[in-house]
């Protein structure tokens, strides 16, 4: 199969989709991005990599980041995190309070926000600093050393972070927060800053296409645990599209609302896709036609 061409082929037919969706503008330095970006890469277990369109343009990585401070929670704690927090898909958007109190504290999943503010928490206690933790694995993974927190979009969201704020207090009445609530929110912030292209995420997400191993061949996290959060990407990875993505893409899947799709083809590839405009959901329009069409005619999906 020729993938550059599938590539170069997949950026023209989601050009018209390009300009349409709402960018995040709930936080405000993200509502100036220009929507009618679009990357896409590929990386293959053993590193080499394809990209087309805009692979190779920063940008805010948001939610993508709750994949890697799962990773290496899980592999500095394995199993108990999950006493803190669910593994079923939610059916509420990422940042709903209700679901919360309904089942006293207890997050459905690692990927809403809730849910990852406690993974966040939990790393921080093990690593002093999960922003720089999550960084360090980032610019390994990727080979990209100057992969760093867009201090813009960390203090934007933060002067307009009340929902977030909620929620960690939240969290913290019902005892499921180990640090201070401020520390916690900071810290979750950051990592959601952290800006990188189509072809540094694809390369840092590669340990979910290799059985958990690293890019020089170490283990991040055992081949159960790599299953465990493909899993997790597929049931809660797009929220409350969740199904519909399944159906579209079929793969484990994990977007951000700074556009950003990271999906992986276990065994194989991990793909980042990336085009500002979200749909109802905080998905990237564009991203998700994206995958579908690469799927589709590929036949690289787990189904
Ligand atoms: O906490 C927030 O609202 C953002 N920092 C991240 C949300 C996000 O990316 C949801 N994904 N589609």
């Known amino acids: 199969m020729d993938i550059q061409n599938l590539l170069d082929d ?3 037919s989601v050009q018209p989709l390009t300009g349409q969706g709402a960018v995040a503008d709930y936080i405000p330095s993200l509502g100036s991005v220009r929507r009618d970006q679009f990357g896409i890469s590929l990386a293959t277990g053993t590193g080499d990599v394809y990209s087309s369109g805009d692979a190779d343009v920063p940008f805010s990585i948001q939610s993508i980041s709750k994949v890697f401070a799962l990773a290496l929670v899980l592999a500095r704690d394995g199993d108990s995190i ?5 593994r079923e898909p939610s059916g509420n958007p990422f940042n709903s309070l209700v679901q919360l109190e ?8 690692p990927f809403i926000n809730a849910g990852a503010i406690v993974v966040t928490d939990r790393l921080l206690s093990i690593s002093a600093n999960s922003p720089s933790a999550v960084r360090e694995l ?6 990209n050393d100057s992969i760093d927190t867009d201090a813009d979009v960390a203090i934007s ?12 207090h939240f969290l913290a009445s019902y005892g499921n927060l180990e640090n201070p609530v401020d520390s916690v929110l900071d810290a979750y912030i950051n990592q959601c800053a952290l800006a990188m292209s189509c072809t540094d995420l694809a390369l840092a997400s590669r340990f979910l296409a290799t059985n958990g191993l690293r890019s020089d ?5 055992s081949p159960p645990q790599t299953k465990r959060i493909n899993a997790v990407m597929l049931t ?7 199904g519909e993505f399944a159906y579209r893409v079929g793969l484990p899947g994990k977007s951000g609302v700074g556009g950003g799709i990271v999906a992986v083809v276990p065994n194989n590839c991990t793909i980042c896709v990336w085009s500002p405009g979200l749909g109802r959901s905080g998905n990237s329009l564009a991203g998700v036609a994206a995958l579908d069409e690469f799927t589709s ?3 690289w999906s787990i189904f």
């Open 10 to 12: 997949i950026v023209g």
């Open 82 to 86: 999950w006493k803190r927090v669910f």
């Open 102 to 109: 309904q089942e006293d504290g207890i997050p459905r999943n």
């Open 138 to 143: 980032l610019r390994k993974e990727s080979g």
């Open 157 to 168: 969201e933060a002067q307009h972070g009340h929902r977030n704020a909620s929620l960690a």
């Open 217 to 221: 061949g170490t283990p991040l996290l």
């Open 236 to 242: 809660c990875g797009t929220y409350d599209a969740a």
């Open 297 to 299: 005619r590929t036949g």
